[in-house]
């Protein structure tokens, strides 16, 4: 039996492979990969624009995904054979005292992560430590299961924002982690929810999803300084500063996009004058990784309707050049070995 994976050599060149199936190690367990979602981060891989401390050459990507463990390793419990499930892609070290804390994705011994550092889920199989899966529910859907990665991050800033009943709560950005925040949002009762995106055509989902209104960035500028709490998820240069403007006086921002190096516009004179609060996230701890998985369950989290497009793995160049290429029509691409 055999096992294909795509390998990305080095920037804008990549294979796919075919091997042996991987055999899972103590303390792992082999998964037999049915959707890893593509984004930003996995074209930026692509195309040799991420930063060199978070990508080891040559890679096998994918740290969005779902799917079925097909073995186990010594020491893990067979049990676990036969089930659906996710799993975090932080290889933490569990012992430092982030960890310990419960921070995991802030761990002090280093950057290491499934689909960047260690091989992902652009593959018919996949190894990862046990102690990382979060098991689904036999019946969950696992197309949708591949995006509770994403799901996980915005669930980590929607904790660390602490939103309250009645709050006016604005979310800048309408792609995977904007409209999975409006999802979580809306069930802690804002006063309004407000999207702030260019895309007018993004707007009908976010409303679907419990968005009480949806401005343009130009329209949204009578809006500035009304909202209790701003949660950035775009990652442009200009949308940090949006989300800044969109707080009022000591109000909360939330930045879960990952700037590029240039990225400027927020006056740290204006933060300390307006007393805002302004928190980054990057990754998810375990335990938002377990919010996001319960929320999925109970089905207050819905991920299908952003996914447009689906691949098998022949297709990886069509399916990632549609990433970040702006179509009006391109929300969450699927590989599905």
């Not at 984004?39 to 692509?46: A, F, G, K």
């Not at 949660?231 to 000591?250: N, S």
Request: charged residues 20%; hydrophobic residues 40%.
């Amino acid at each position: 039996m055999s096992s294909r994976a795509i390998v990305v050599e080095r920037p804008g060149a990549h294979r796919l492979v075919t091997g042996p199936v991987p055999v899972p190690g103590p303390g792992e367990v082999l998964v037999r990969v049915a959707a890893a979602g593509i984004c930003m981060s996995d074209r930026e891989v692509y195309d040799g624009r991420r930063d060199a401390g978070y990508v080891r050459y040559p890679v096998t990507p994918g740290h969005e995904w779902s799917g079925t463990v097909e073995a186990v390793g010594e020491g893990v419990d067979r049990r676990l054979t036969g089930r659906r499930t996710v799993a975090e892609g932080f290889r933490n070290c569990g012992v430092c005292d982030r960890c310990r804390e419960g921070e995991t994705s802030l761990c002090a011994a280093g950057y290491d992560e499934t689909g960047f550092t260690r091989p992902g889920a652009f593959a018919d199989h996949l190894l990862v430590p046990a102690r990382l899966l979060h098991p689904l529910d036999d019946a969950a859907d696992l197309r949708s299961a591949a995006l509770l990665e994403p799901a996980a991050v915005v669930a980590a800033a929607v904790r660390a924002a602490a939103p309250q009943p009645g709050e006016r709560v604005a979310v800048v950005g309408t792609g995977t982690l904007g409209l999975l925040a409006v999802q979580l949002l809306a069930r802690y009762s804002p006063a309004e929810l407000t999207v702030v995106d260019p895309r007018t055509e993004r707007a009908e989902l976010a409303r679907e999803f419990g968005a009480t209104s949806v401005r343009t960035p130009e329209t949204a500028t009578d809006e500035h300084g009304r909202y209790d709490l701003a949660l950035e998820t775009a990652g442009a240069p200009a949308t940090a500063t949006a989300a800044c403007a969109l707080a009022r006086r000591g109000g909360r921002v939330l930045l879960t996009g990952i700037f590029p190096p240039d990225a400027t516009g927020i006056d740290p004179a204006n933060l300390t004058l307006r007393q805002l609060t302004v928190r980054g996230v990057f990754g998810a701890p375990t335990a938002a990784w377990a919010f996001a998985v319960r929320a999925f369950t109970a089905g207050l989290l819905a991920p299908g309707p952003l996914i447009s497009h689906e691949f098998p793995l022949e297709k990886y160049a069509e399916a990632v050049a549609l990433v970040g290429g702006g179509g009006p029509g391109t929300g969450k691409v699927l590989l599905r070995p």
